[in-house]
């Protein structure tokens, strides 16, 4: 229903020295007008000028000149064909050409930025955890749904293949053998004949929504494999519930593991007080952890984005507070679909001495 | 000079059925007003407003209501303080809040993006190879230059370290060991005792422009470590030239070579008649390499992004079409800084059948 919005944004002309902003529009209006679109003016003196210009279409441009020597162009139009490219194209080199003409050597930069597409029915623009703008290349809504404790949607990305992100967070591509690996030790583990939990991981182990196995099973086979087809196999068990009551079950009964992968969620970013009861959650679980897993056990889990050092620090600080003395190594990896490094924890009871 | 410039877009509704234009307008002006903002509605009837609210202190907001049900926000200052960051933020919000009164689950989609930084000092996106928006967590410009071949750029990214930037396309970061892995085999060769010629790698390697190496030398030390401070070595030797005239001199020498590793350049992009030049190019790189290239030798270079099969497929149809009859392998990397899945290619003379 909603038509596909295009923006042109961040095409602007840094320049060396003020600049006069009427001389900067006289010079400028006619490529608008040529367009056939009609002008209306804002004169802040001081701040310089807004000029708008409205096309019969629906498309419009923002002219704003910035009297220190910064000019921007945006340029909003939702006909997104080739036609209407070309258009906008030719409409923005005459742009450069004439400003150049203008200004010669004094333009430090011009930068004109891919445009954005909105409104559409696949969405490309999925921020980083560090909250950086980042567009992917999304070709396909493969699954959309939200269970009653998260959106989960699963999107067709040309390079990563398909991607599950929930709640707006890019969980795993087919592309990221490298966060498998990493969570589970890299390579430099023996698992044969060993016990292991795996806590969370609902691209391809237990998890609390049913939905999320759901849409992985059909979707996300090149990295569960048929593993969610059957929720027992020779040599493992899916289990579809809240993993805090099974862990106390498990250290109740005394059963204990060589491994605990937590692959539940990732480290909270917010550091405000707000977030006490994520911190406790987190601790509780890992406690709850550390009691099922043997003396000479290993834990492995996901950070997060390797920017977020507050974030990792208080991690960190959390690890110093459990119930028993442990100690950690970290390791930055390159997760192809996160667009940023990833820190994974690898956490052991502390070797007391005799 | 410039002031920092701060756009906030892609905030948007879209919603599942056709609005009242004037209702919209009538539900959200009054937040803005509140702002202290000054309206200018443009009404095209059959494609809906755009009312544009303007504030003394230079920033301003476009309110786009499209009558099928999408309506767009856009929010420009330069006041990129905290204070101004929590009014816009707030207004967003308000805004928000009034939409879902007004549309309760009639909204099927609210995005609103990251702020788009514009005009500052630092330039944080650098668009990947297949033309998508990504932003960089660059924090330093440490090197800016323009030789007589190219603008030479090395910024400081806080994950990724220095990144070399030539003329806009990101060439090298300190994080992309796998880059250097991926060019000369991918661990799978033993250099042992062996002759090796490498074409380009201005980032630690023989280059024609002097300035890269220059560059480099100081500020991508984790890259090229103290290889480029003396430009001979015990088993190796850096030329600063073209580098065809030398490979015409080493086949007319009959000197032969292990392995060329070329890094000069990535695929072209352009599938365009006009770029026939560069193909050729591109061909005499590839014969001459060939010519100074042992039987049993192997050549190693980068394709480019994935995403770009058309160059890809143009590539190696040129390798169809060598003096020599060669075969070819290629594997998909992933670089840390590219934000995209890199190719490669080993290229090997086909064994003839005696």
Same mark, same amino acid.
């Given at each position: 229903m909603s038509p596909e919005w295009r923006i042109l944004i961040d095409y602007f002309f840094s320049l060396n020295l003020a600049v006069d902003?009427?001389?900067?529009?006289?010079?400028?209006?006619?490529?608008?007008?040529?367009?056939?679109?009609?002008?209306?003016?804002?004169?802040?003196?001081?701040? !310089?000028?807004?000029?708008?210009?409205?096309?019969?279409?629906?498309?419009?441009?923002?002219?704003?000149?910035?009297?220190? !020597?910064?000019?921007?162009?945006?340029?909003?139009?939702?006909?997104?064909?080739?036609?209407?490219?070309?258009?906008?194209?030719?409409?923005?080199?005459?742009?450069?050409?004439?400003?150049?003409?203008?200004?010669?050597?004094?333009?430090?930069?011009?930068?004109?930025?891919?445009?954005?597409?909105?409104?559409?029915?696949?969405?490309?623009?999925?921020?980083?955890?560090? !909250?950086?703008?980042?567009?992917?290349?999304?070709?396909?809504?493969?699954?959309?749904?939200?269970?009653?404790?998260?959106?989960?949607?699963?999107?067709?990305?040309?390079?990563?293949?398909?991607?599950?992100?929930?709640?707006?967070?890019?969980?795993?591509?087919?592309?990221?053998?490298?966060?498998?690996?990493?969570?589970?030790?890299?390579?430099k583990e023996d698992y044969t004949g060993k016990e292991v939990l795996i806590l969370g991981g609902g691209d391809g182990a237990s998890n609390i929504d049913q939905m999320v196995i759901d849409g992985c099973k059909k979707h996300m086979r090149k990295t569960c494999g048929d593993v969610l087809d059957n929720l027992k196999g020779e040599c493992y068990q899916v289990l579809i519930e809240d993993c805090i009551p099974v862990l106390k079950r498990y250290a109740k009964e005394g059963r204990m593991f060589d491994y605990v992968i937590n692959d539940l969620t990732a480290v909270p970013i917010s550091t405000s007080p707000e977030e006490d009861s994520t911190w406790e959650f987190l601790r509780l679980i890992l406690d709850l952890s550390m009691k099922v897993l043997k003396q000479d056990g290993k834990y492995f889990t996901q950070g997060n984005c390797v920017n977020l050092t507050d974030a990792l620090t208080l991690?960190?600080?959390?690890?110093s507070r459990l119930y028993c003395p442990v100690e950690f190594s970290k390791e930055t990896v390159c997760v192809p679909s996160y667009m940023e490094l990833w820190v994974f924890y690898t956490i052991w009871k502390k070797k007391t001495d005799i």
């Open positions: 902003c009427n001389a900067v529009l006289k010079a400028l209006q006619p490529i608008f007008q040529e367009q056939g679109m009609t002008e209306t003016v804002h004169n802040w003196e001081d701040h !310089g000028y807004l000029v708008t210009y409205i096309k019969k279409n629906g498309s419009f441009a923002n002219l704003r000149i910035h009297p220190h !020597g910064l000019v921007l162009v945006d340029l909003q139009s939702y006909n997104d064909d080739m036609k209407g490219r070309e258009e906008v194209d030719q409409l923005l080199n005459k742009v450069e050409e004439r400003m150049k003409e203008l200004f010669h050597s004094n333009i430090k930069r011009v930068k004109r930025l891919p445009a954005i597409l909105r409104g559409g029915v696949i969405d490309r623009y999925w921020p980083t955890a560090d !909250g950086r703008l980042v567009e992917y290349d999304i070709d396909e809504v493969v699954y959309d749904e939200d269970s009653p404790f998260q959106n989960i949607k699963i999107l067709h990305s040309k390079q990563f293949g398909n991607i599950l992100i929930l709640s707006g967070d890019v969980n795993l591509a087919e592309s990221d053998l490298a966060y498998t690996q990493a969570i589970m030790g890299s390579g991690y960190e600080e959390q690890l």
